[in-house]
Nanobody, 112 residues
Framework: QVRLVESGGGLVQPGGSLRLSCAASGFTFNNSTMMWHRQRPGKEREFVAL????????NYARAVKGRFTMSRDDTKNTVYLQMYRLRPEDTAVYFCNGGKYWGQGTQVTVSS
């Protein structure tokens, strides 16, 4: 059974930081490109970041480039999204994605 379980969301003040985690199981994680997406209130789901197998290549949405960093630990079947200098417009449900599989999402709220 494939599972992607996100964690690490919460409430943070503008300018703050959070680190999201996504633990994967049930598929060949080490060979998979993994992504983060988000869905902001009233908006469609959008791409945030990706990392290829082995962490060779990373790509980021323009809105988060320079503030977010995606990484992976293949020994733990886990990907991370380190978010710095958070803004209110980063408020969203963040989803982990690998191939056709999606997690349930974790809420990030940036507010004072």
């Amino acid at each position: 059974q494939v599972r992607l379980v996100e964690s690490g969301g919460g409430l943070v003040q503008p300018g703050g930081s959070l680190r999201l985690s996504c633990a994967a199981s049930g598929f060949t994680f080490n060979n998979s490109t993994m992504m983060w997406h988000r869905q902001r209130p009233g908006k469609e789901r959008e791409f945030v970041a990706l990392i290829t197998a082995g962490g060779v290549f990373k790509n980021y949405a323009r809105a988060v480039k320079g503030r977010f960093t995606m990484s992976r630990d293949d020994t733990k079947n886990t990907v991370y999204l380190q978010m710095y200098r958070l803004r209110p417009e980063d408020t969203a449900v963040y989803f982990c994605n690998g191939g056709k599989y999606w997690g349930q999402g974790t809420q990030v709220t940036v507010s004072s």
